[in-house]
């Protein structure tokens, strides 16, 4: 993908593997999969989604949900510890949705119940 991954992110994949938020998937790392059949590999969907210009060639796309939101690291924008901020991409409009993967758990939780 050419960017590193957040360590807040990296944390969730050592610890847990993988997650999903109420059916939305969030994008994992899978050591052993098959590249003809589509997973929720987050380099293979990144490298997908940069293809199809869905999203910039700077992003690393983390969910995609029904409503066709896509949620990126902003890999442009690092703080000090490594975290990136977290964009909701709907159609041509991107906007910031959490400053760190941490924050989008918790902001993408609470906006899924509500």
Do not use: W
Not at 80 to 100: F, H, I, K, M, W
């Amino acid at each position: 993908m050419g960017q590193k991954l957040p360590p807040s992110y990296l944390f969730l994949a050592e610890h847990y593997g993988y997650a999903s938020i109420f059916g939305d998937e969030i994008f994992s790392i899978y050591l052993g999969f098959d590249r003809n059949t589509p997973s929720g590999d987050i380099a293979e969907r990144t490298v997908l989604y940069r293809r199809q210009n869905a999203i910039k060639p700077t992003e690393i796309v983390l969910c995609r949900t029904d409503f066709a939101e896509i949620f990126v690291f902003d890999t442009t924008r690092a703080d000090a510890r490594g975290e990136y901020p977290v964009l909701r991409t709907v159609g041509d409009e991107s906007a910031l949705y959490a400053p760190t993967f941490a924050d989008f758990i918790v902001k993408y939780s609470h906006d899924v119940m509500a």
